[in-house]
Nanobody
Framework: QVQLVESGGGLVQSGASLRLSCAAS??????????VGWFRQAPGKERDFVGG????????YYADSVRGRFTISRDNAKNAVYLQMNSLKPEDTAVYYC???????????????????WGQGTQVTVSS
């Protein structure tokens, strides 16, 4: 089992930046074996892909709506993955979820159903 815990959400003004963190833990666990993904869900909407990174960090992919503004990074030594969000817009308001999966390998999947492990989410609110 893998446990994921997000942090770093909050209320910011349009144009501001936030950095979300996701801490991973588990028994007999090697975080470097897992591909990771960030998703978000706004009230009344489906859970949408934001960005993802392969287990090695070689491959990344972002949703069109955030490409150029958001950046994913990971520190396998710390069992952590980060989402740096710049130039935030009100439409970025959502609960943000970190996810991980060991079977994706070098693939970055945009489908939430591909990821086995999820955090509890952290709220990001961007005011205009």
């Amino acid at each position: 089992q893998v446990q994921l815990v997000e942090s770093g959400g909050g209320l910011v003004q349009s144009g501001a930046s936030l950095r979300l963190s996701c801490a991973a833990s588990g028994r007999t666990f090697s975080f470097s074996d897992y591909a990771v993904g960030w998703f978000r869900q706004a009230p009344g909407k489906e859970r949408d892909f934001v960005g993802g990174m392969s287990w090695s960090g070689t491959n990344t992919y972002y949703a069109d709506s955030v490409r150029g503004r958001f950046t994913i990074s990971r520190d396998n030594a710390k069992n952590a993955v980060y989402l740096q969000m710049n130039s935030l817009k009100p439409e970025d308001t959502a609960v943000y979820y970190c996810s991980a999966d060991r079977n994706l390998g070098q693939v970055v999947s945009t489908g939430w159903y591909e990821y086995d492990y999820w955090g509890q989410g952290t709220q990001v609110t961007v005011s205009s």
